[in-house]
């Protein structure tokens, strides 16, 4: 049995393309509903009904995938994490950096991985979930344990037909994320518009380069590999263009009234400048007028 911590767009995804009668969500404490009902919207043919029970106290998942918030991680593992048998692989899909880092320094002789995926899925309704766009998913593990559970964990997700990889640097891939996110989610949450559109914001365009600038230092501080300001910006604005109607994350987090996770995104960069000796005013500022909107 797959176990899924976060009932989300990503976590209905997950759910709805794994075999059937194999996935099971864990239950929240208020949890009352026998089993979770909506409808799903694959890339291509019909909507089908789907229905996953939720986790009963007597079953022990062999996997236990997490798609909460970054800002909910920690917390909703620890009431989750001791119930469940020391070897049971942990794979983390949360936007950003630092809740990872988190998760595994708390429990680090568990194996733990973390995945990044390209996959969309959204709900445009409560009860229906869309997968928007076909894209793919790097897995690799966060502590010693997790390394031999790598490639079971992958094939197990690769069940679901999606295109999953098993990487050994998932801390690159994670940061190459990151990169997107920090140039893009920000900028359409503070000018509420698409993906696309900050492009031509002068707002956008006046802090793009000195974003690239602190971006491209901290990278190569980090010891990832460097990569120029302009090259992190040329791949942002091929993101923002291949995904230009998009809302991004972000955004409809802050249209929702949800916190957002600039915390794990601009923030971790600032905090990530802080440690590294590195000035960081952009990504300051961003992640302040991110955590002033309403
Ligand atoms: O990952 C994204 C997000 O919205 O969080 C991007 C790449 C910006 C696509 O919308």
């Known amino acids: 049995m797959i176990a ?6 990503l976590g209905r995804l997950w759910a709805a393309k794994l075999p059937a009668g194999r996935v099971a969500f864990v ?3 208020e949890q009352s509903a026998a089993s979770l009902r909506y409808r799903f919207r694959p890339v291509q043919g019909p909507e089908i009904p789907v229905q996953i029970p939720w986790l009963n106290s007597h079953q022990s998942p062999s996997l236990l995938l997490v798609t909460t918030k970054a800002g909910d991680t920690v917390a909703a593992l620890q009431s ?10 942990i794979v983390l ?3 950003g950096l630092g809740s990872q880092q988190d998760v595994a320094q708390s429990w680090p002789n568990r194996p733990i991985l973390a995945a990044t995926t390209t996959e969309g ?3 445009p309704k409560p009860e229906l979930t869309l997968h928007a766009g076909q894209g793919e998913t790097w897995i690799g593990a966060l502590t010693p344990a997790g390394e031999t559970c790598l490639n079971e964990a992958v094939s197990r997700l690769a069940e679901t037909g999606l295109c999953v990889n098993a990487t050994p640097d998932i801390l ?4 190459q994320k990151l990169v997107i996110n920090a140039g893009i989610n920000p900028f359409t949450a503070i000018l509420n518009c698409p993906n696309g559109e900050i492009l031509n914001q002068p707002f956008y365009q006046q802090w793009i380069d000195p974003l690239c600038h602190e971006i491209s230092k901290l990278l190569t501080a980090s010891g990832q590999p460097s990569r120029s300001a302009a090259t992190l ?10 995904t230009a109607a998009n809302t991004s994350s972000m955004r409809a987090d802050r249209l929702a009234g949800r916190t957002t996770e600039i915390n794990f995104i601009n923030g971790y960069l600032a905090r990530a400048g802080t440690e590294l000796g590195i000035d960081t005013p952009v990504n300051q500022m961003l992640t302040d007028q991110v955590e ?3």
């Open 4 to 9: 899924i911590l976060g009932a989300g767009s």
């Open 121 to 123: 899925a959204n709900r």
């Open 27 to 29: 239950p929240r404490p």
């Open 233 to 242: 910006r040329e791949a942002i604005e091929s993101v923002a263009c291949s």
């Open 93 to 95: 899909f949360q936007n």
């Open 172 to 175: 690159d891939r994670l940061w």
């Open 292 to 294: 002033q909107l309403k």
């Open 80 to 89: 989750v994490v001791p119930r469940l048998p020391e070897t049971t692989p």
